[in-house]
């Protein structure tokens, strides 16, 4: 298996520009998260679905921020419009239904400049 | 509100130092400890499950222990390919999968 795969690894836009975030979880885990990265704050949990179902968004810092998960190999994180303190390494996981670790992506590396 | 607390915020080894982090944790019924290794501009790399006071799990040079209130993670004779961030998580109790509350981890440096 290829793991979380995530793209694009580095995304600089300008501020006020729509960006899209794309993860492709591992095939057959059921559970997807999206968390966000950055120095001050670490790890901050954004959204998380099961069965491609949204569950809890009450990470999502706005309305600026929203995620889709059409069906259960891929997920959509879109900012719209971006701004400077959107900055940060934005990371995808998923998880099956037994006892192992959550299985993390790459990350993307946004700038809004 | 689960939290998680990871101490020192960094340390600096010579090879050979052995030492221990610490992961200090409040949460709502746990369902499990987790410690990861994150290496710069990479994603957290899985390491260790622990889901009761009293377990331990072994790799290599590190070992997980947990308590009731704190996990650790012993470094045995680290070298310098062990540096890393490492960041602990719980997994509150709850239906279906529930996302990991994370520390702010510990940055090692392990000098030759």
């Known amino acids: 298996d290829a793991g979380v795969i995530q793209s694009p690894r580095h995304e600089v836009t300008e501020m006020g520009q729509e960006v899209t975030l794309r993860c492709k979880p591992i095939?057959?885990?059921?559970?997807l998260f999206w968390y966000r990265q950055t120095m001050m704050r670490g790890l901050e949990l954004l959204i998380y679905?099961?069965?491609?179902?949204?569950?809890?968004d009450s990470g999502m810092p706005e309305d600026r921020f929203s995620a889709k998960m059409p069906n259960a190999s891929f997920s959509t994180l879109k900012i719209q419009p971006s701004e400077p303190r959107d900055s940060a390494v934005y990371f995808c996981?998923?998880?099956?239904?037994?006892?192992?670790?959550?299985?993390f992506g790459s990350g993307t590396r946004l700038t809004v400049v | 509100e689960d939290q998680v607390t990871q101490s020192p915020e960094a340390l600096r080894l010579q090879e050979g130092e052995s030492s221990s982090l610490n992961c200090s944790y409040t949460?709502?019924?746990?369902?499990?400890l987790f410690w990861y290794r994150q290496d710069p501009g990479k994603g957290p790399e899985f390491l260790f499950t622990?889901?009761?006071a009293g377990e331990e799990k072994e790799k290599e040079r590190l070992k997980a222990t947990l308590t009731k209130k704190e996990s650790f993670l012993h470094i045995t004779a680290p070298k310098p390919e062990d540096s890393a961030t490492y960041l602990c998580a719980v997994q509150p109790g709850g239906s279906g999968n529930t996302p990991l509350v994370f520390g702010k981890g510990t940055r090692l440096s392990v000098i030759a």
């Open positions: 095939s057959g885990h059921n559970s």
């Open positions: 679905f099961n069965n491609n179902v949204p569950i809890d």
């Open positions: 996981a998923s998880s099956g239904t037994g006892r192992a670790g959550y299985t």
């Open positions: 949460v709502s019924g746990l369902r499990g």
């Open positions: 622990l889901y009761s």
